[in-house]
């Protein structure tokens, strides 16, 4: 009796297997993402954001800078009071320096969410309409680092490059 149960079990999974193989696909969505139309255009935008963020955050930097060193040169001849007073002011500066550099990163991260997010959810379209097209019932994300350790399946890459337009 085990023995007939023990052989069932393989067939049914031998069975399943067979059928699992032309169920599965796989892409990956990390190439596939910069293949879309609108990733040139989005990297354009964060690239001038960072720019324009970076030389904002420089122009401060060289102000702390020059405070920095003229009261440096400054220090030795002046009241312990306005040297109490400088030094407040150039912590207080770089406290700014600090809290600006955390909110340009907390603002670039946001602008690239909100650029792409809708490549990614357009992306996620692509393949879900050109795996349904070809009859798979699951795509797996082959990316690097994405869980994924052998792919022998179907890769829709090929077939969404097509649906781009050759990219």
């Known amino acids: 009796m085990k023995q007939f149960i023990i052989a069932l079990f393989v067939g049914l999974l031998s069975q399943f297997s067979v059928n699992a193989q032309g169920t599965v696909a796989h892409i990956d ?6 293949l ?13 954001l960072r720019q324009a963020y970076q030389q904002n955050f420089e122009t401060s930097y060289r102000e702390y800078q020059a405070r920095f060193v003229k009261y440096e040169d400054e220090a030795p001849t002046l009241s312990p009071e306005e040297d109490a007073k400088r030094k407040s002011e150039l912590e207080l500066m770089e406290r700014n320096l600090a809290q600006s550099q955390q909110n340009i990163e907390k603002q670039i991260a946001e602008k690239k ?29 082959s990316s690097k680092d994405n869980g994924l350790v052998m792919a022998k399946g179907k890769d829709l890459m090929p077939d969404v490059r097509r649906s781009l337009g050759n990219r």
């Open 29 to 34: 969505m990390e190439q596939l993402y910069t």
């Open 36 to 48: 879309m139309p609108e990733n040139d255009q989005a990297e354009l935008e964060l690239s001038r």
């Open 113 to 141: 969410e909100l650029l792409y997010g809708p490549i990614r959810i357009k992306a996620r379209e692509l393949v879900t309409k050109i795996a349904e097209d070809l009859g798979f019932l699951y795509v797996l994300d």
